[in-house]
Nanobody, 115 residues
């Protein structure tokens, strides 16, 4: 069993930055692939970025070059550094831990990009 707690969301102006954190507890964090997803009102949840247990990353095309996912296994934490934020990045951001067939989600953190 894994518990995930996100933090770091908020209101930011276009062009600004935020850093999301997801603290995990309850299992061997380093074994899990960790991901950040987001869901905007009226839209489906979508993958933003993922990092494997080995450190390989992949990103949604629209965030490449602006967002960076990283993990600190010693702190059981995964991060999402978001730069050059745009209004279309506004959504609830969710942390995910995957070690098939185990699949866990955090409660989400709101990110609003608006002037």
């Amino acid at each position: 069993q894994v518990q995930l707690v996100e933090s770091g969301g908020g209101l930011v102006q276009p062009g600004g930055s935020l850093r999301l954190s997801c603290a995990a507890s309850g299992s061997i964090f380093s074994m899990y692939a960790m991901g950040w997803y987001r869901q905007a009102p009226g839209k489906q949840r979508e993958l933003v970025a993922r990092i494997t247990s080995g450190g390989m990353t992949n990103y949604k095309d629209s965030v490449k070059g602006r967002f960076t996912i990283s993990r600190d296994n010693a702190k059981n934490t995964v991060y999402l550094q978001m730069n050059s934020l745009k209004p279309e990045d506004t959504a609830v951001y969710y942390c995910n831990a995957l070690y098939y067939p185990e699949d866990y989600w955090g409660q989400g953190t709101q990110v609003t990009v608006s002037s």
